[in-house]
C-alpha cells in the first residue's frame, strides 16, 4: 500500500487528466513528480508544489533517472492523433511498455503502475444490449485503440513482476478539456448537430469521477493485476446534446448529417493531414469512432471491487463544465 507521502510519477501531468489527477494527489498528501516535455505547456499545474522531470516517454535512456526513488506511477501520456498506424504503435505502446522495464530496473518496489489506457482498446458494442464487460473479448476499430490494447498487452505481461493496473475510462468531459470544445460552441451557436437518423449510445464519464476511480484502482490491493471501464450511465448523443444546451440556456436547432458525408470528410482530412504534416480534429480514424452507434460499458466490476460510483450525474457535470468554460473565456 501506499504511505501518504509516497511518491507518485506522473506523466501526461500537463494534460486535462493528468492535470486534475495531480492536483488530487496532492490533496491526499502524495508527493507529485511529473513527467513534462520542455516545450509542455505548464498552464494548470505550474503553481502547484510537485518535482519536476523534464523528458520524452520515446527516449529509454532518460527513463531510469525519471523511475529512480518513485513509489507509484500514474501513466496518463498518449497519444491521440498521428498521421499513422506505426506512431500510435512506437509511442502508445512502445513507450509504455519502455517505462514499465525502467519502473523495474529503478523502482523495483514499487507499490502500483497504473495505465490509463481508453475504451477505445476494447471497441464498440455491437447492439443497445451488448453492454461491454472487462471479461468482453476486445476488438479495436481504430489506430490509437489497437496501440492502446498492445500497451495493455505489454503491462499484463509484467505482472508477475510489475503490479499492473488497467482503467480504461470512456469519453471524458470536463473542465479544461478540448476534444468536446467545439461541440459545446457549436450549441452555443443553437446548432445541435447529429450524425445519421439513428440513435447513438455512449457511456461517458466527467472528469472528476476518473480521478475518483484512478485514486482507488491506485490505492487498493485489490485492484492489483485488474482492468476496469470507468464510465458512468448510458446516454444518447441527443441527451448529451440536451444537456449542454440546457446548461447554455440555449434553444437549439437540429442539424442532421447524413453518416455517408462522413467517409468524404475523412478522405479530405487525409489529404489536408499529407499536406500539412498534421492529422487534424476530424480524421478518418475519428471519423470510424463517430459512425459506431454503441460504445457501451458496463462500471460492474469497479463497483463490486472498489465501491466505485460515480457522484455527478450528466447534468451537474455539464453544467460545471460549461461554468469553467465560460469562466476561463473558452465558450
Given at each position: 500500500m ?21 492536483e ?12 513534462v ?16 522531470t523534464?523528458?520524452?516517454?520515446s ?19 498518449a ?69 492502446k ?10 505482472t ?14 470536463g473542465?479544461r478539456?478540448?476534444?468536446?470544445l ?28 476518473l480521478?475518483s ?5 491506485l ?22 446534446s ?22 468524404p ?28 452507434r454503441?460504445?457501451?460499458f ?5 463497483r ?16 460545471e463544465t ?10
Amino acid at each position: 500500500m501506499l504511505a501518504p507521502d509516497s511518491l507518485v510519477l506522473v506523466t501526461g501531468a500537463n494534460g486535462f487528466i493528468g492535470s486534475h489527477l495531480v492536483e488530487a494527489l496532492l490533496a491526499r498528501g502524495y508527493r507529485v513528480r511529473c513527467l513534462v516535455r520542455r516545450s509542455s505547456d505548464l498552464s494548470f499545474i505550474r503553481h502547484l508544489a510537485v518535482e519536476w522531470t523534464y523528458a520524452d516517454l520515446s527516449d529509454g535512456d532518460a527513463l531510469d533517472h525519471v523511475c529512480r526513488g518513485i513509489h507509484a506511477v500514474c501513466h496518463c501520456a498518449a497519444l491521440t492523433r498521428a498521421l499513422d498506424e506505426e506512431t500510435f504503435m512506437r509511442i502508445n505502446a512502445g513507450a509504455t511498455e519502455a517505462l514499465a522495464r525502467a519502473c523495474l530496473q529503478a523502482a523495483p518496489d514499487m507499490a502500483r503502475f497504473l495505465f490509463v489506457s481508453s475504451v477505445a482498446a476494447a471497441g464498440p458494442a455491437q447492439s443497445k444490449d451488448d453492454t461491454l464487460s472487462e471479461s468482453s473479448p476486445p476488438r479495436p476499430i481504430t489506430w490509437y485503440g489497437k496501440s492502446k490494447l498492445a500497451a495493455e498487452k505489454a503491462l499484463l505481461a509484467m505482472t508477475d513482476r510489475l503490479p499492473v493496473t488497467i482503467v480504461r475510462p470512456a469519453p471524458v468531459f470536463g473542465p479544461r478539456d478540448r476534444d468536446f470544445l467545439p461541440y459545446f460552441r457549436l450549441l452555443k451557436r443553437g446548432l445541435d448537430l447529429q450524425v445519421g437518423g439513428d440513435d447513438r449510445w455512449v457511456s461517458l464519464i466527467y472528469v472528476c469521477d476518473l480521478i475518483s476511480l484512478i485514486l482507488l484502482s491506485l490505492e487498493s490491493e485489490a485492484a492489483e493485476g485488474q482492468i476496469y471501464y470507468a464510465c458512468g450511465p448510458a446516454h444518447t448523443r441527443q441527451e448529451f446534446s440536451q444537456a449542454i444546451a440546457r446548461a447554455l440556456g440555449k434553444r437549439t436547432v437540429p442539424v442532421a448529417l447524413p453518416s455517408a458525408l462522413l467517409t468524404p470528410i475523412g478522405l479530405w482530412s487525409r489529404i489536408q493531414a499529407r499536406l500539412t504534416g498534421q492529422p487534424g480534429l476530424l480524421n478518418d480514424q475519428r471519423i470510424l469512432d463517430i459512425k459506431v452507434r454503441y460504445w457501451l460499458f458496463s462500471g460492474n466490476k469497479a463497483r463490486q471491487d472498489l465501491g466505485f460510483a460515480p457522484e455527478h450525474d450528466l447534468d451537474s457535470a455539464v453544467r460545471e463544465t460549461v461554468h469553467w468554460y465560460r469562466e476561463n473565456r473558452w465558450l
